[in-house]
């Protein structure tokens, strides 16, 4: 198996401008493959929009169902439900009210469906979710659609990732980009696990700072290379300067200060990346280093 650089980018909090680097970088260099691991709030496939060849479900865990031809109405399970997801509620053939189980709310722990005295609750297998496949204009992409109040959105990103190596394979890209999700929950750490690359974004405040040192953090613990990249740097030099000597101190390259350009955002609407929207313009040039940097080191 050759061997595949794969660049995960991650931000701290969300609206860093994280989505829109990772589509810069994912159009630059053909044959790539895309990886949108942030499959709660699913972006990158808006902009690349990947023409899909394969949609394949995925098993999330499993939704309790009742059989009311054998429920007793004993109310057993909602006493004992702790995730408070069997209610009563008004139903005009139940005057005190119908036991219900309130699917966006069961977590599948399998609990009910164990002590219902006549074994009325089957447990059936969450489907509602996909991973899908696509060809878009630089290469291949793998995203996902988590369904509403579904979890498991780490173990889900673990099949973006695994498909995402799989095609890499298959068609000998080299690079992987992968989206991640905002944060330091289980999401943003299965787009961490087996990376080569992690580039953090932040943008210069407060927050941004104290939320990079967090994601910093937890990436230190993975064997993986760590980069910074500062978005919108120039909106306030000194929090900047702030970012750029703590990096310093840490030993963590930072790798671009992007500046602040509405195109960016005006490239997003357009559905394009900054490259093919502005390709002549500043941050393009910066985000040109930064992807050499990146697939070159
Ligand atoms: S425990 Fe079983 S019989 Fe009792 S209310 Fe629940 S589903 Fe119905
Ligand atoms: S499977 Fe667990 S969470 Fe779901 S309804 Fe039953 S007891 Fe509640």
Redesign the pocket.
């Known amino acids: 198996m050759q061997k595949i650089n794969e660049i995960s980018i991650l931000s701290g909090k969300g609206g860093t401008g994280k989505t829109s680097l990772a589509a810069a970088l994912a159009t630059m260099g053909k044959n790539t493959v895309a990886a949108d691991c942030d499959v709660d709030v699913a972006n990158l496939y808006l902009i690349l929009n990947p023409d899909d060849y394969k949609t394949e479900k995925y098993i999330s865990g499993h ?2 169902v009742i059989d009311y031809d054998i429920c007793t109405q004993c109310g057993l ?1 909602k006493d ?4 408070g ?2 209610e009563l509620q008004p139903d005009p053939d139940y005057p005190q009210g119908k036991i219900t ?1 309130v699917e966006t709310s ?8 164990r002590i219902c005295p006549v074994n009325a ?1 089957e ?1 059936v297998p969450s489907d509602k979710s996909f991973w899908y496949l696509g060809e878009y204009r630089y290469g291949k992409m793998v995203h996902a659609r988590l369904a509403p109040g579904e979890e498991n959105s780490g173990k889900l990103v673990s099949v973006v990732r695994e498909q995402a190596r799989k095609t890499a394979d298959e068609c000998g890209a080299k690079n992987i980009i992968i989206d991640g999700p905002p944060g330091t929950g289980c999401a943003a750490i299965a787009s961490l696990t087996g990376a080569n690359k992690v580039v953090i974004v932040t943008e210069p405040t407060g927050t941004g700072l104290h939320d990079m040192k967090r994601i910093l953090d937890l990436a230190g613990r993975f064997q993986v290379k760590r980069y910074v990249v500062i978005n919108k740097s120039d909106l306030n030099p000194d929090i900047t300067d702030r970012i750029c000597s703590w990096c310093e101190k840490e030993g963590v390259p930072v790798i671009g200060n992007l500046p602040f350009d509405p195109r960016m955002v005006h490239s997003m609407v357009a559905c394009k990346s900054i490259q093919e929207w502005a390709p002549d313009s500043e941050i393009a040039a910066s985000i040109q280093n930064i992807y050499e940097l990146l697939v070159r080191s």
């Open positions: 939704k309790a399970c004992h439900c702790r995730f997801a069997i189980i069961c977590d599948g722990c399998w609990l009910c469906s609750i447990m």
